[in-house]
């Protein structure tokens, strides 16, 4: 089978009798242009749908004739000594987007949200983000350093590092760029490109407060720079109020240690705060007293304000929540039920309510969230939906801890205007079209 038989972007999958037909079955390309494909497509999702729907029918070979994989031995455990996906899962994969301007090592690549079942993302699919490419760094050879207002700058080897007490906790890591190209009209076409700066991840490692005491540091000191090992001189400003609440040196990832493209082997995990401050390859952190304007503060990562103004050092990522499934670039292939789901988040807390809207905001509806609700983590919700082949538009809103809620585009703008390229987490419209395509637009 090659890759192109394959099931793609995470269609919403037809129902049994569709199958039978062995119908055209719609699909978006690799670019998430809408694109025809044939092929017999199966997944979780699909035997779902068909178990809703009841349809059993007793003219299917596929379950009338015994396959070949049940009349044959199966592959020896040694084929594979490291875990990989299905080969019928092999479209399912980060995405640098057709919108940006790329180079090789000034990049980004994006996790397939339309393809995401619950809270955490698998590793290999964590978005990634690199200033100055990706490195390999060999363990035996990696320090942190602790320095500035301290008794003694110290030096920790990954050994000793790993050999402090240790937490693991569930938290999301946003790019504060995730969302940028929805401030223009250019609409890109999926959930992918407009919320795929976004993975959720179970982060082990030591609670940063823990080495600053170990370093002596200066008690009145309100911030600290964090400076990561590779080529792109990624320095941040990081609040002292952060650093001792809930950030942490981290080296494990997902239960094992961090991916390469994710830091291996140590980055910072700063809880709620925008992706550029979690300093992947982290070599030293600085004590000190005062914000110490780097180029990714001072030049970069600032918000331009409508009044010409711009804003600095706005580092939490506020509530926000889009709808994975339907979403752009996938096509509904028949009426009848279909489970609306998606993520929401705050880098203020938890979050308390999502509602879902089939008619682009004139009326909600409260969704079912699954458990457990984290601190600083995705959430994941659901609500049931039975289109009738009507246009819908589809939204999905969310209130935090603080009792923020997410402002609707044209809210937004009103305050930012739509010159920014950060901090977009207005809500998000998906069109169902009566066709069933469903595509990217923004109301008002
Ligand atoms: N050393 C270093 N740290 C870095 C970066 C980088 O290029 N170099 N990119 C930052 C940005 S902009 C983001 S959004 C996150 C992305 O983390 P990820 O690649 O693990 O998704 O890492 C941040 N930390
Ligand atoms: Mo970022």
Same mark, same amino acid.
């Given at each position: 089978?090659?890759?192109?038989?394959?099931?793609?972007?995470? @269609?919403? =999958?037809?129902?049994?009798?569709?199958?039978?037909?062995?119908?055209?079955?719609?699909?978006?390309?690799?670019?998430?242009?809408?694109? =025809?494909?044939?092929?017999?497509?199966?997944?979780?999702?699909?035997?779902?749908?068909?178990?809703?729907?009841?349809?059993?029918?007793?003219?299917?070979?596929?379950?009338?004739?015994?396959?070949? &994989?049940?009349?044959?031995?199966?592959?020896?455990?040694?084929?594979?000594?490291?875990?990989?996906?299905?080969?019928?899962? #092999?479209?399912?994969? =980060?995405?640098?987007?057709?919108?940006?301007?790329?180079?090789?090592?000034?990049?980004?690549?994006?996790?397939?949200?339309?393809?995401?079942?619950?809270?955490?993302?698998?590793?290999? /699919?964590?978005?990634?983000?690199?200033?100055?490419? &990706?490195?390999?760094?060999?363990?035996?050879?990696?320090?942190?350093?602790?320095?500035?207002?301290?008794? @003694?700058?110290?030096?920790?080897?990954?050994?000793?590092?790993?050999?402090?007490?240790?937490?693991?906790?569930?938290?999301?890591?946003?790019? !504060?760029?995730?969302?940028?190209?929805?401030?223009?009209?250019?609409?890109?076409?999926?959930?992918?490109?407009?919320?795929?700066?976004?993975?959720?991840?179970?982060?082990?490692?030591?609670?940063?407060? /823990?080495?600053?005491?170990?370093?002596?540091?200066?008690?009145?000191?309100?911030?600290?720079?964090?400076?990561?090992?590779?080529?792109?001189?990624?320095?941040?400003?990081?609040?002292?109020?952060?650093?001792?609440?809930?950030?942490?040196?981290?080296?494990?990832?997902?239960?094992?240690?961090?991916?390469?493209?994710?830091?291996?082997?140590?980055?910072?995990?700063?809880?709620?705060?925008?992706?550029?401050?979690?300093? @992947?390859?982290?070599?030293?952190?600085?004590?000190?007293?005062?914000?110490?304007?780097?180029?990714?503060?001072?030049?970069?990562?600032?918000?331009?304000?409508?009044?010409?103004?711009?804003?600095?050092?706005?580092?939490?990522?506020?509530?926000?929540?889009?709808?994975?499934?339907?979403? !752009?670039?996938?096509?509904? #292939?028949?009426? !009848?039920?279909?489970?609306?789901?998606?993520?929401?988040?705050?880098?203020? !807390?938890?979050?308390?309510?999502?509602?879902?809207?089939?008619?682009?905001?004139?009326?909600?509806?409260?969704?079912?969230?699954?458990?457990?609700?984290?601190?600083?983590?995705?959430? =994941?919700?659901?609500?049931?939906?039975? &289109?009738?082949?009507?246009?819908?538009? /589809?939204?999905?809103?969310?209130?935090?801890?603080?009792?923020?809620?997410?402002?609707?585009?044209?809210?937004?703008?009103?305050?930012?205007?739509?010159?920014?390229?950060?901090?977009?987490?207005?809500? #998000?419209?998906?069109?169902?079209?009566?066709?069933?395509?469903?595509?990217?637009?923004?109301?008002?």
């Amino acid at each position: 089978m090659s890759s192109d038989d394959l099931p793609d972007q995470g @269609k919403i =999958r037809p129902a049994p009798e569709s199958f039978l037909d062995s119908d055209l079955i719609e699909s978006i390309s690799r670019h998430g242009v809408d694109h =025809r494909r044939r092929g017999l497509l199966q997944s979780a999702f699909g035997a779902a749908v068909a178990a809703m729907s009841g349809a059993v029918v007793a003219s299917d070979q596929d379950i009338l004739t015994l396959p070949e &994989w049940s009349r044959t031995l199966g592959k020896p455990v040694a084929a594979n000594p490291y875990g990989q996906p299905s080969i019928y899962e #092999q479209n399912i994969i =980060r995405r640098q987007s057709p919108g940006l301007t790329q180079t090789d090592q000034a990049s980004v690549a994006f996790t397939p949200l339309q393809n995401m079942f619950g809270m955490i993302t698998p590793s290999g /699919l964590h978005f990634e983000r690199h200033h100055q490419g &990706w490195v390999d760094i060999d363990p035996r050879r990696h320090r942190l350093m602790i320095n500035g207002l301290v008794e @003694k700058p110290i030096v920790f080897t990954m050994e000793e590092l790993m050999r402090m007490p240790s937490v693991s906790r569930l938290h999301f890591l946003e790019c !504060g760029a995730n969302t940028a190209l929805e401030w223009g009209n250019s609409a890109v076409p999926t959930v992918q490109y407009t919320h795929g700066m976004l993975s959720g991840s179970e982060w082990t490692g030591v609670p940063l407060s /823990l080495l600053l005491e170990r370093a002596g540091y200066d008690k009145g000191a309100k911030y600290l720079l964090a400076e990561g090992a590779d080529g792109s001189s990624m320095t941040r400003t990081i609040n002292m109020e952060n650093a001792l609440d809930d950030a942490i040196v981290a080296y494990g990832q997902n239960g094992e240690m961090l991916r390469p493209e994710q830091g291996y082997p140590l980055r910072l995990v700063v809880p709620g705060v925008q992706g550029v401050s979690w300093v @992947k390859w982290l070599r030293r952190l600085e004590v000190g007293d005062m914000p110490y304007a780097t180029k990714d503060e001072a030049s970069h990562y600032v918000d331009l304000m409508p009044d010409g103004q711009q804003r600095q050092y706005t580092a939490i990522q506020e509530a926000k929540s889009v709808i994975t499934a339907p979403s !752009g670039g996938q096509k509904l #292939q028949n009426r !009848g039920y279909y489970n609306i789901t998606g993520l929401a988040w705050s880098g203020r !807390g938890t979050v308390t309510k999502v509602e879902v809207s089939v008619d682009g905001g004139r009326n909600w509806r409260e969704a079912r969230l699954d458990g457990p609700v984290l601190p600083k983590m995705l959430t =994941r919700f659901h609500a049931d939906w039975v &289109w009738q082949g009507e246009t819908a538009l /589809l939204q999905s809103r969310v209130h935090d801890s603080t009792g923020y809620i997410q402002p609707q585009r044209a809210d937004l703008v009103a305050v930012r205007g739509t010159r920014s390229i950060y901090h977009n987490n207005a809500i #998000q419209t998906w069109r169902v079209k009566s066709d069933g395509e469903v595509d990217n637009v923004q109301l008002g």
